[in-house]
T-cell receptor
Framework: SQELEQSPQSLIVQEGKNLTINCTSS?????LYWYKQKYGEGLIFLMM?????EEKSHEKITAKLDEKKQQSSLHITASQPSHAGIYLC??????????FGKGTRLHILP | DTGVSQDPRHKITKRGQNVTFRCDPI?????LYWYRQTLGQGPEFLTY????????KSRLLSDRFSAERPKGSFSTLEIQRTEQGDSAMYLC??????????FGPGTRLTVL
C-alpha cells in the first residue's frame, strides 16, 4: 500500500523567514494534495498537483511535484503568524480515496 | 456553496455509550467520505458513499461503527459501545469525484 512520509514533523521559524516542507511517497503519485489544518479544525485545501514537474502558487505558498512524481515540496516565503498550523499532504490512492501523511506542525515566532 | 457542515462539533461521552454524528455535504456532491484523525496523526479513511451506496469500508471500521446516507444527502456515523480508543476527530468530506477539496470542521469525540 502507498505511504506518505512528511518532513520535518515539526518546524519552528521566525516570522519573515522562508521554509520548506517535504512529502515523499513510496509509490508514484497520480494526484498530490496539500492541505492546511488549524488545531482542532477541519482541513483547508491549498493546492493539487498532478503532472511531473508541476508547480503551483497561491499567495506566498508554492508547491512543486518532482519529475519522477514521488516527492512534493511546499515552500512558504516570508512566513507570517497566519501560516501557523498543520500542513498535510495527501495522495490519490487510485481506488477512490486519499491517503494522508502524518503532517508537519508549523509554529511561527513573532 | 455553504460548505460541508458537521454536527456536533464536540462530543464528550462515557465509555459504553452510543454516539451519532451528522455530516451535511455540499448539495451537488455525489461522494461523501468519513475519516478519523487521532492526535499527531494524519486522517485515516473510514468509509465513503457514492450517493446512497456505501462503496467501501476500512478495516478500521469495526462492527461497532455504522454509517448511513439514506437519501444520498446527509450522512450519519454511529459508534456503539464507545471505547476510549474511539477518542478522535471525525472528519467528513464531500466531492463530485475523488477530488477531496471540501472538508467539514470535524467532530471531536472524547470518551471518558
Amino acid at each position: 500500500s502507498q505511504e506518505l512520509e512528511q518532513s520535518p514533523q515539526s518546524l519552528i521559524v521566525q516570522e519573515g523567514k522562508n521554509l520548506t516542507i517535504n512529502c515523499t511517497s513510496s509509490k508514484t503519485l497520480y494526484g498530490l494534495y496539500w492541505y492546511k489544518q488549524k488545531y482542532g479544525e477541519g482541513l483547508i485545501f491549498l493546492m493539487m498537483l498532478q503532472k511531473g514537474g508541476e508547480e503551483k502558487s497561491h499567495e506566498k505558498i508554492t508547491a512543486k511535484l518532482d519529475e519522477k512524481k514521488q516527492q512534493s515540496s511546499l515552500h512558504i516565503t516570508a512566513s507570517q503568524p497566519s501560516h501557523a498550523g498543520i500542513y498535510l499532504c495527501g495522495a490519490d490512492s487510485r481506488d477512490d480515496k486519499i491517503i494522508f501523511g502524518k503532517g508537519t506542525r508549523l509554529h511561527i515566532l513573532p | 456553496d455553504t460548505g460541508v457542515s458537521q454536527d456536533p462539533r464536540h462530543k464528550i461521552t462515557k465509555r459504553g455509550q452510543n454516539v451519532t454524528f451528522r455530516c451535511d455535504p455540499i448539495s451537488e456532491h455525489n461522494r461523501l467520505y468519513w475519516y478519523r484523525q487521532t492526535l499527531g496523526q494524519g486522517p485515516e479513511f473510514l468509509t465513503y458513499f457514492q450517493n446512497e451506496a456505501q462503496l467501501e469500508k476500512s478495516r478500521l471500521l469495526s462492527d461497532r461503527f455504522s454509517a448511513e446516507r439514506p437519501k444520498g444527502s446527509f450522512s450519519t456515523l454511529e459508534i456503539q459501545r464507545t471505547e476510549q480508543g474511539d477518542s478522535a476527530m471525525y472528519l467528513c468530506a464531500s466531492s463530485p469525484l475523488t477530488d477531496l477539496r471540501h472538508f467539514g470542521p470535524g467532530t471531536r469525540l472524547t470518551v471518558l
